[in-house]
Nanobody, 118 residues
Framework: QVQLVESGGDLVQPGGSLRLSCAASGLIFVFYDMRWYRQAPGKQRELVAIASSGDSTDYADSVKGRFFISRDNAKNTVYLQMNSLKPEDTAVYYC????????????WGQGTQVTVSS
């Protein structure tokens, strides 16, 4: 069974940090780029960060210099380190496995809530 399970969401004060994890199972991890998205109430889901299968990374302008994505291919896990959190970072964060090989389907996790508030 192909599955992505996110964890690490929490309530944190502005300026604080959190690390999200996304553990993949049932797939060949290196056949996928791993992405983090977020969706705030009343807003569209937006792409936050990408860790490609080739280990390159990219970020939304809104999080550059504050968020850092990494992947551990031995553990089939992708992480999102979030620093200097702002109230506008409040959202449900979703992990996605995006295939780089034809014939595979993308996979979404169930999401984890991040709330930044004093």
């Amino acid at each position: 069974q192909v599955q992505l399970v996110e964890s690490g969401g929490d309530l944190v004060q502005p300026g604080g940090s959190l690390r999200l994890s996304c553990a993949a199972s049932g797939l060949i991890f290196v056949f996928y780029d791993m992405r983090w998205y977020r969706q705030a109430p009343g807003k569209q889901r937006e792409l936050v960060a990408i860790a490609s299968s080739g280990d390159s990374t990219d970020y939304a302008d809104s999080v550059k210099g504050r968020f850092f994505i990494s992947r551990d291919n031995a553990k089939n896990t992708v992480y999102l380190q979030m620093n200097s959190l702002k109230p506008e970072d409040t959202a449900v964060y979703y992990c996605q496995a995006h295939p780089i090989t034809l014939g595979l389907k993308g996979v979404w996790g169930q999401g984890t809530q991040v709330t930044v508030s004093s």
